[in-house]
């Protein structure tokens, strides 16, 4: 694959799943990043929590997401028949991306795993990282719907 369709397809792509979560592709998992070691009742509770959180995300009922998912919706087509634009729904995920993150982060620091320091490091080192996606979106190279995305790919959950 040469460059420019990788800067065009692969970073938005790879966007997205960060922002969106990469555990949470499909009912089973998705290829690579599949979670085959779960239990059912860890399957049960990320499903649950991904439900939630897109209900949350967009003000849908849980049923109309649960209904959406099992018949193919993508994720954006019900935002968008929610009234969220997609922009907002990148800017919504983000936010809970970044709640999640400095949430994780603090954890380890509570835990003793990590240093304030270092999780203070890790939450900069990832905003350059996705300022520097961001960027790169901005200026020509996005086409969100050209992996199927944000049209319905890794959205459709």
Do not use: C
Not at 113 to 139: E, H, L, P
């Amino acid at each position: 694959m040469n460059k420019k369709k990788f800067l065009r397809y692969g970073l938005p792509a790879l966007a997205i799943t960060l922002l969106v979560g990469a555990g949470t592709a499909s009912a089973s998992g998705f290829g690579a990043f599949s979670k085959n070691n779960l239990t059912p009742d860890q399957i049960v509770a990320r499903h649950n929590d991904m439900f939630q959180q897109q209900a949350d995300l967009i003000g849908a009922s849980l049923d109309e997401v649960k209904n959406a998912w099992a018949n193919g919706t993508s994720f954006v087509d019900l935002a968008k028949s929610k009234g969220v634009t997609e922009d907002a729904l990148k800017a919504k995920m983000k936010t809970l991306r970044e709640t999640q993150m400095k949430t994780e982060l603090q954890t380890l620091v509570e835990k003793g795993v990590i240093t304030q320091a270092q999780a203070d490091s890790r939450i900069a080192t990832m905003q350059k990282f996705t300022d520097k996606i961001n960027g790169k979106m901005k200026n020509g190279h996005s086409n969100m719907k050209g992996m199927g995305m944000l049209g319905g790919g890794f959205d459709r959950l």
